[in-house]
């Protein structure tokens, strides 16, 4: 799948479901609750050990899910990613370094941005699918709207902040492409092994996403 591909998938779903996971089994039930929920589609952040055998689980039984993995660092992470079979990578900040090596294993990359600073560099590198993060904390829908000003050409994937109350804001705005969020995926759920309550959490956002 090429980044295009990769953001038209995106604009169907709206919302991403970004998660952290303790231990990697847990990823099998929770991608099929978010699946039969409409959502197949998963963020794996980097963020635990457990990452890179998720990610090899879910293209090994849930091959038709899209997978991002996220919070990707190192180069070593976007390699381990890559062979899991992750369909793009996702970073929380511009490292050209990171950037380069995805261009170079042709995997899709959306780097993190939140300044002028940065989406230019993004842009000297050809990238104009980026995150933005974190999101709220970087002055939300407000900043991402003067951004778009000088940047007309990025398409944007918010993350950090969103929520059920704002993510419709962001939503309305052309650029912006899907919204990740975490809300509805919390650990404390994952680990209680609550699949109902993420059911509900997940077809409460598909139902706002798509109001």
């Known amino acids: 799948m090429n980044t295009a591909q990769i953001i038209e998938k995106l604009r169907q779903l709206k919302v991403i479901p970004v998660i952290a996971l303790d231990n990697a ?3 099998l039930p929770l991608a099929e609750t978010l699946a039969s929920n409409g959502l197949p589609v998963v963020e794996i952040t980097f963020r635990s050990a457990a990452a890179e055998e998720a990610i090899r689980l879910i293209r090994q039984h849930n091959p038709s899910i899209l997978i991002a993995a996220g919070t990707v660092l190192t180069s070593e992470q976007v390699v381990q990613a890559k062979n899991a079979g992750a369909d793009c990578i996702v970073t929380p900040g511009f490292n050209p370094k990171i950037v380069k090596l995805c261009q170079e294993l042709d995997i899709p990359v959306m780097p993190g941005v ?5 989406i230019e560099a993004a842009l000297e590198l050809g990238v104009t699918a980026v995150k933005f ?7 939300g829908v407000k900043m991402i709207k003067a951004l778009l000003g000088p940047y007309a050409q990025l398409q944007i994937m918010p993350t950090g902040g969103i929520s059920v109350n704002n993510i419709k804001d962001y ?7 899907a919204c990740g969020g975490s809300w509805f995926v919390e650990k404390s759920l994952i ?4 699949w109902e309550e993420i059911g509900r959490l997940v077809r409460e ?3 706002i996403t798509n109001a």
């Open 133 to 139: 993060f974190p999101a709220e904390a970087s002055g």
């Open 171 to 177: 939503l309305a705005i052309p650029n912006v492409v």
């Open 191 to 194: 680990n209680s092994h609550n």
């Open 114 to 118: 939140n300044n002028p600073m940065s």
């Open 205 to 207: 956002a598909v139902a």
């Open 25 to 27: 089994q847990d990823i």
